[in-house]
């Protein structure tokens, strides 16, 4: 069998998984410190939050696919997905800081029109455009599925290692820059200036593939242009690689949204916002240790399936033992539970690009539909509606509990209440993932097929098609 074509150096690689630097200055800040940044420094009640939230969620739901069929429709100098990534964080940037300088002199009802209109501005335009270009980058720079794997892993190690820099610092630096609402003002400034660098130097370190390499011949070419929103809606739903890493994906960013109620956990349980960070190191490292080796195991077990599996069962059975620790009141081991559950979930998060590049080639393989673009829409879709479905939710059980952040010490309801959420719900979401992945093997659905065609395992199915 003939050696899968190698196209890119590795500093494309590195390059291009540094662009999750940028990502994650909004991710991680907005799911980390965004709740309590609006209750407890803005004094916003966390149910009215939580439910402008929800309502944010309804204009992400079509934007996605809008945006993921923008992409595909796209022919510049830059190609189809840069022009979105590169330009799209001029408005992250913008409307990040928006969220994070909400003037406490204005009326109650200004503040959340205010924090509405630029979370949403944030989330349902500019992020999408961002994020879909970035993540459909994986299918448009390389068809060799070990270089796909090993731009997944770059990612995501950028992605920690940005999430756990945010996370172990903010508080501490909000308050080196005067505290308050100005605090985190000038916190949101810097972290967007520094998104905007990154994104912009990540956006130029690779360069797409042309129509003709990736479709070879015009035939498949013409028939790429052949679809309408609708029909773009319908090739997603049809195929159940895409709905299964969709559901993953929301369910992922949950458990995101849940963790970050760390933030909470560690000042009103713990007595220390602080140990937020520590709990950071414990997620982040073992997370970043994975997907180091991530590449090098899925190269031996020939395959993501079974990795993706099996570390995802490791995952679950740890955050099982750190719901005990934790209502047990011993630390130390919930420390060390939570860092064998990362550790079992680094691997998906480092093959995951590769994995969807693979269910949109099980688009092309039923459908002859190519795809990639809208295909990767399954990333901010998750990100969006499930991290923010989960601050929605997270907001309104704090308010259901009684929590309020003008209190120094909260109600017995809202410490059971952060028990559940920090503890129970993580491990409940886990379990689920597990049994999606379980079923989640593309790889074999797409051999079948090339074998029912005629088609070399190694072949492309572009290639095929000549």
């Not at 690009?353 to 693979?358: D, K």
Request: hydrophobic share 50%.
């Amino acid at each position: 069998m003939s050696k899968e074509k190698t196209y890119l150096k590795w500093y494309n690689k590195v390059g291009y998984g540094s662009g999750d630097v940028a990502g994650n200055v909004v991710y991680a800040l907005l799911t980390s410190f965004v709740m309590i940044y609006l209750t407890d420094t803005i004094g916003m009640n966390a149910g009215i939050v939580g439910t402008l939230i929800a309502v944010s969620k309804i204009f992400d739901g079509i934007t996605d696919v809008f945006f993921g069929t923008l992409i595909d429709k796209t022919h510049t100098k830059l190609g189809k997905a840069r022009p979105w990534m590169l330009y799209g964080f001029i408005g992250c940037a913008v409307t990040l800081v928006g969220v994070f300088a909400i003037p406490v002199s204005m009326g109650s009802f200004a503040q959340y029109a205010w924090f509405f209109i630029s979370y949403t501005l944030l989330n349902s335009v500019f992020y999408t455009a961002n994020n879909i270009a970035y993540s459909a980058l994986t299918a448009l720079v390389t068809k060799n599925s070990k270089e796909r794997v090993q731009m997944g892993s770059y990612r995501f190690i950028f992605a920690f290692a940005t999430s756990l820099l945010i996370q172990s610092v903010t508080f501490k630096f909000v308050d080196m820059v005067g505290g308050g609402a100005n605090g985190w003002r000038t916190v949101a400034i810097i972290y967007a200036v520094i998104g905007l660098i990154v994104n912009t130097i990540s956006s130029l370190s690779v360069k797409e593939l042309s129509d003709e390499e990736l479709a070879e011949g015009e035939e498949v070419q013409s028939q790429e242009q052949k679809y309408s929103f609708i029909e773009a809606f319908k090739l997603l739903i049809h195929n159940k690689y895409y709905v299964m890493i969709a559901c993953t994906y929301i369910l992922q960013q949950l458990y995101s949204a849940m963790i970050g109620v760390g933030t909470y956990y560690a000042k009103y349980v713990l007595a220390d916002e602080n140990m937020f960070g520590v709990f950071a190191w414990f997620i982040n490292i073992p997370l970043i240790l994975a997907l180091i080796f991530t590449p090098a195991i899925v190269q031996k077990w020939n395959g993501m399936y079974k990795l993706n599996k099996y570390s995802y069962m490791i995952a679950t059975l740890g955050r099982l033992l750190v719901a005990v620790a934790g209502y047990m009141g011993n630390i130390p081991l919930m420390l060390a539970f939570t860092a064998l559950a990362a550790l079992g979930q680094g691997p998906w998060q480092g093959d995951m690009n590769a994995v969807i590049a693979s269910c949109s080639e099980y688009t092309w393989l039923t459908k002859h539909k190519r795809v990639d673009g809208i295909m990767y829409s399954c990333t901010s879709l998750g990100v969006k509606i499930g991290g923010g479905l989960g601050t929605a939710i997270v907001g309104l059980l704090l308010d259901f509990s009684g929590f309020k952040g003008t209190l120094t010490v909260q109600p017995d309801s809202a410490i059971n209440m952060l028990h559940i959420m920090y503890l129970i719900v993580p491990f409940v979401l886990d379990l689920i993932i597990t049994l999606i992945l379980s079923k989640m093997n593309v790889e074999k659905a797409n051999a079948d097929l090339k074998k029912e065609l005629g088609i070399s395992e190694n072949e492309t199915v572009v290639e095929s098609q000549n």
